[in-house]
């Protein structure tokens, strides 16, 4: 079983920078690939980023290329999203997820709680 906690949401103001923490726990942890995706009040979830078993491999959604990176400390059972520049269109419930494999969109088996991200203009 994969469990996963998410953790480091909070108020920023726009332009500021947030690092969320996603530690997983379980037998195969190291084996999954872990995202990073988003939801908004009245929208649906939104892929937001994804980093490789390994840690190597990464892929951003459009919205957030160039502002967030995600890495992953596999001694840690961790991954990070780092925000930077952000900005009200960024404020959402923030989720980390878990599967073999890479994909690009919401299609995880396996989700955190989430933690809030809120921006204020």
């Known amino acids: 079983q994969v469990q996963l906690e998410e953790s480091g949401g909070g108020l920023v103001q726009a332009g500021g920078s947030l690092r969320l923490s996603c530690q997983a726990s379980g037998r195969t942890v190291n084996s999954l690939a872990i995202a990073w995706l988003r939801q908004a009040p009245g929208r649906e979830r939104e892929f937001v980023a994804v980093v490789n078993s390994n840690g190597d491999e990464t892929y951003y959604g459009e919205s957030v290329k160039g502002r967030f990176s995600i890495s992953r400390d596999n001694v840690k059972n961790t991954v990070y999203l780092q925000m930077n520049n952000l900005n009200t269109a960024d404020t959402a419930v923030y989720y980390c997820?878990?599967?073999?494999?890479?994909?690009?969109?919401?299609?995880?088996?396996?989700w955190g709680q989430g933690t809030q991200v809120t921006v204020s203009s």
């Open positions: 997820a878990a599967r073999y494999g890479i994909i690009l969109s919401p299609a995880y088996p396996h």
